[in-house]
């Protein structure tokens, strides 16, 4: 009996213009699953060992060695990568959640159990905390993915990703107007750390707001945050501005938790020593 980790059935190969756009950002993009796998890395006839999630848990007790799909993980990576997922987070599920309380991680996946409801209501979503390393950025993405597996496009992105792209110089208009749509008529917007650090660029997160948020609030589109503001913060800040058009309609979920990152790194190193290989993963 052989093992597979096969993908959602959401989980399409991309249009070529996507690709074609990842690989000229990505000079390093995995373009050839029957060359090269970043998963099984073409080493044991195509296998890997890691934990026996057959029960749809990761069972952290058990080891098995997997049949690797090498075109599904491949196609899965390249799904993620488009929407702005990048590959750390592709490999991380629900079970890797461990900091946050259970409760307040049911609350963020009932999102996307629900997600054909709240998407039509446009009903945003704030997850905030003011310590760092809490998991914001990993449930903001675990979130995302559950969307996608639900058959919605996803837009992720770090604010200052959006701030730098929406002030830069495009040389490219066709492509400028292409990424405006983008992150304006995606199902659903997700801008990872909105923080303090921004506060001196006021006039242009102003801008950002005004032609982006707004299009969205106004097509009751979702957006989902994360940030180290508080709700008050927010509303004092530049955010008067943002909270007034977004909140609304948004829930605000406070995660708190101790920093994951240490046990984290602990368990990457376990992971290595152990020969196991993380796949990516829905979930
Ligand atoms: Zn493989």
């Known amino acids: 009996m052989s093992r597979h980790l096969i993908r959602p059935q959401a989980c399409a190969p991309l249009p070529n213009v996507d690709f074609e756009r990842l690989k000229a950002a990505r000079p390093r993009l995995w373009t050839d699953p029957k060359k090269t796998c970043l998963t099984c890395l073409k080493a044991n006839e195509s296998t890997f060992r890691w934990y026996n999630?057959?029960?749809?848990?990761?069972?952290e007790n058990?080891?098995?060695?997997?049949?690797?799909?090498?075109t599904d993980q491949w196609l899965m990576h390249l799904w993620f990568l488009n929407?702005?997922?990048?590959?750390?987070?592709?490999?991380?599920?629900?079970?890797?959640?461990?900091?946050?309380?259970?409760?307040?991680?049911?609350?963020?996946?009932?999102?996307?159990?629900?997600g054909a409801?709240?998407?039509?209501?446009?009903?945003?979503?704030v997850l905030w905390s003011q310590a760092p390393g809490t998991g914001k950025t990993l449930l903001l993405a675990l979130l995302c993915k559950a969307l996608m597996v639900e058959g919605f496009q996803v837009h992720f992105s770090q604010f200052?990703?959006?701030?730098?792209?929406?002030?830069?110089?495009?040389?490219?208009?066709?492509?400028?107007a292409q990424w405006d749509r983008r992150v304006r008529n995606v199902d659903?917007?997700?801008?990872?750390?909105?923080?303090?650090?921004?506060k001196g660029r006021l006039e242009m997160v102003e801008a950002m707001v005004d032609q982006i948020v707004r299009a969205r609030v106004s097509d009751a589109a979702p957006t989902i945050i994360t940030t180290n503001l508080t709700p008050q913060e927010?509303?004092?800040?530049?955010?008067?501005y943002v909270m007034s058009l977004l909140s609304e309609t948004a829930d605000f979920?406070?995660?708190?938790?101790?920093?994951?990152r240490p046990r984290r790194r602990e368990l990457t190193r376990q992971e290595t020593n152990l020969g196991l290989a993380r796949p990516i993963t829905a979930g």
């Open 188 to 198: 659903i917007l997700a801008i990872d750390d909105m923080g303090k650090e921004h």
């Open 62 to 70: 058990e080891i098995v060695t997997y049949e690797c799909l090498c």
């Open 83 to 114: 929407a702005g997922i990048p590959l750390n987070y592709q490999r991380l599920g629900w079970d890797d959640v461990k900091a946050v309380q259970q409760p307040i991680v049911e609350q963020i996946m009932g999102y996307a159990v629900e």
């Open 234 to 240: 927010m509303q004092e800040g530049y955010g008067g």
């Open 160 to 176: 200052n990703e959006i701030i730098d792209l929406f002030t830069s110089s495009w040389r490219d208009q066709a492509e400028r």
């Open 117 to 125: 409801r709240n998407i039509a209501a446009g009903r945003n979503l």
């Open 53 to 59: 999630q057959s029960l749809g848990r990761c069972d």
């Open 253 to 260: 979920i406070e995660i708190n938790g101790a920093d994951y």
